[in-house]
């Protein structure tokens, strides 16, 4: 994947999920700093996590202080307009599924770079996108939407094998990581439109 793609994955990923912790926030009725605060956790959770797992230390959002300043813009910019971005009721959900998205391909590029076996590197992917949402659920006093019936990494998952499966086969691993990342966002819309589920437990 080439560096630009992994920059702006990154970043957009960042953003997303920093505007979907705001948004937890108002949710909550929060204030300013309560919205920071779960804003960095949520852009953060999951990279931090990868990163202290496979020994990249400092993690990467200490060695670069851009993530702190896109932080803090996406924070300020949903708690300036928090009014009209709750208009959409699917905001929230909208933008946790481009964080998911792009940072499930995050996570598996820097796991198979750092010489990880391929499936576990899709966990590791797994592990990136899902962390931050959990831990703002959390907070918030939530059930995390990983552990609600609705399709949430599974939908991770698919996009991960697909992407894993096309790097091996030698396909360009921009394209294919655009596609993934579209896979993943595709399944997860359509399983909530759908209302598609895995089996549970009786």
């Known amino acids: 994947m080439t560096d630009v793609l992994i920059i702006l994955f990154?970043?957009?990923?960042?953003?997303?999920?920093?505007?979907?912790?705001?948004?937890?926030?108002?949710?909550k009725k929060l204030d300013l700093f309560g919205a920071l605060f779960l804003g960095f956790v949520t852009a953060?959770?999951?990279?931090?996590?990868?990163?202290?797992?496979?020994?990249?230390?400092?993690?990467?959002?200490?060695?670069?202080?851009v993530y702190f300043y896109l932080i803090v813009a996406a924070v300020a910019l949903t708690f300036l307009f928090t009014?009209?971005?709750?208009?959409?009721?699917?905001?929230?959900?909208?933008f946790d599924t481009i964080g998911i998205s792009v940072f499930t391909i995050i996570g598996i590029q820097k796991g198979l770079h750092a010489g990880i076996h391929p499936p576990l590197a899709v966990m590791m992917g797994i592990l990136?996108?899902?962390?931050?949402?959990?831990?703002?659920?959390?907070l918030c006093n939530e059930i995390p939407l990983i552990f609600h019936r609705e399709i949430y990494a599974t939908a991770c998952l698919a996009g991960g094998v697909f992407f894993v499966l096309f790097v091996f086969l030698?396909?360009?691993?921009?394209?294919?990581?655009?596609?993934?990342?579209?896979?993943?966002f595709t399944i997860r819309?359509?399983?909530?439109r759908k209302g598609w589920a895995l089996p549970r437990f009786k």
């Open 10 to 27: 990154d970043y957009s990923g960042t953003f997303a999920f920093s505007v979907s912790g705001a948004l937890a926030a108002a949710e």
């Open 44 to 65: 953060i959770g999951g990279g931090t996590t990868r990163d202290m797992m496979i020994g990249n230390t400092p993690v990467s959002w200490l060695q670069n202080p």
């Open 128 to 138: 990136t996108a899902v962390m931050g949402g959990i831990i703002r659920d959390v």
């Open 83 to 94: 009014n009209t971005i709750l208009r959409f009721p699917k905001a929230l959900f909208l």
């Open 170 to 184: 030698n396909m360009p691993e921009s394209f294919t990581a655009l596609i993934a990342a579209g896979v993943i």
């Open 189 to 192: 819309s359509l399983s909530v």
